[in-house]
């Protein structure tokens, strides 16, 4: 999953916006002073909010290979890492992932009552490979984001043989066999 970081730039913007002279605050504070105090605090709200979602899932996959074993303090240096090899889980990122390009494989192949011509594009063989997609275009991060850019980017990626099987048992399979590192984008 991608990190949501929020940006000074973003925040400053967002308050750029606010129309000091539209109406007053709670409390009868008037929306200029508002204004002013919001952009001071900008620096500071950034600095609170920037969090990464991926370490949040990591830390929620550890915890759960602690409660598999039931060891809840740390014996030695590496300990939850050596409770995740033993378990052989894959990363929940990773998982993701394939859920969502399972249910890409579903739409494609008409295995669910999504219309695949409305969402997917076939990309131009010569150029883009057999399996491949046209990439949506998205101007709002909210929307490249979503379910269909995001496993259109990851259905490009896949190998030919995975994207060209003939059933879903077999695709899930083929898609099992593919290195977590490759399905990360440069």
């Known amino acids: 999953m991608d990190n949501i970081v929020i940006h000074e730039r973003g925040v400053c913007k ?9 109406a007053t605050g709670p ?3 008037p929306a200029n002073i508002l204004k002013q105090a919001a952009e001071s605090l900008a620096p500071y709200l950034t600095g609170c909010s920037s969090f990464s979602l991926d370490e949040d899932i990591d830390r929620v996959q550890r915890k ?3 409660f598999v074993y039931n060891q809840y303090t740390d014996t030695s ?4 890492t050596g409770l995740l090899d033993q378990l052989q889980w894959d990363p929940l990122q990773y998982r993701r992932i394939k859920q969502r390009l399972v249910l890409c494989y579903k739409i494609q192949n008409q295995l669910v009552e999504i219309q695949p011509a409305i969402y997917y594009t076939s990309g131009d063989n010569r150029t883009r490979g057999g399996h491949r997609l046209r990439q949506i275009r998205a101007t709002k991060e909210v929307y490249n984001n979503s379910f269909f850019p995001r496993s259109i980017r990851d259905w490009n990626l896949l190998p030919d043989t995975v994207a ?3 059933t879903l048992e077999e695709f899930r399979a083929r898609l099992a066999s593919v290195p977590w590192t490759q399905m990360q984008p440069n």
């Open 14 to 22: 967002l308050l750029k916006g606010l129309r000091p002279l539209k």
């Open 27 to 29: 409390d009868e504070v």
């Open 64 to 66: 759960a290979a602690r």
């Open 77 to 80: 240096p590496g300990c939850v």
């Open 164 to 166: 060209a099987a003939p």
